[in-house]
C-alpha cells in the first residue's frame, strides 16, 4: 500500500509564498505521474500542476507563471512552490501519485490547507 504525506500548507498573505511538500512511502516500483489538485470550498477539485519522471510538467492556467512543481523520482517526494498567491488560491491541496506497487496505484494524500488572506 502506498501512502502519502502532505505538508507546508498554512496562512500567507497575498503577493506570500508557500512550499508544499508530499512524501510517498511503501514498495513503489515505478511512479507514473505525480500531481496537485486543490479544492475550493463549494467547488469541484481541480488538477493545478502535474510532472512525469523525465521532469515534462502542466499547469493549470490559473497558475502559470507563479507555481513551480517539482519531483525527486529517487525520493519519491513532490514538490509545489507557490509565488504571488492570490484569495483565490485558497483551497485544501492534494497530492496525487499514480504508478506501480505490487499492483498498479492512485494514491491522494490527505489534504493540507492553504489559505491567502487579502
Known amino acids: 500500500q502506498v501512502q502519502l504525506v502532505e505538508s507546508g500548507g498554512g496562512l500567507v498573505q497575498v503577493g506570500g509564498s508557500l512550499r508544499l511538500s508530499c512524501a510517498a512511502s511503501?514498495?513503489?516500483?515505478?511512479?507514473?505521474?505525480m500531481a496537485w489538485y486543490r479544492q475550493a470550498p463549494g467547488k469541484q477539485r481541480e488538477l493545478v500542476a502535474n510532472?512525469?519522471?523525465?521532469?515534462?510538467?502542466n499547469y493549470a492556467d490559473s497558475v502559470k507563471g507563479r507555481f513551480t512543481i517539482s519531483m525527486d523520482n529517487a525520493k519519491n517526494t513532490l514538490s509545489l512552490q507557490m509565488n504571488s498567491l492570490k484569495p483565490e488560491d485558497t483551497a485544501v491541496y492534494y497530492c496525487?501519485?499514480?504508478?506501480?506497487?505490487?499492483?498498479?496505484?492512485?494514491?491522494w494524500g490527505q489534504g493540507t490547507q492553504v489559505t491567502v488572506s487579502s
Open positions: 496525487n501519485v499514480v504508478g506501480r506497487s505490487v499492483r498498479n496505484f492512485d494514491s
Open positions: 511503501g514498495s513503489i516500483f515505478r511512479i507514473n505521474s
Open positions: 510532472i512525469i519522471p523525465g521532469g515534462s510538467a
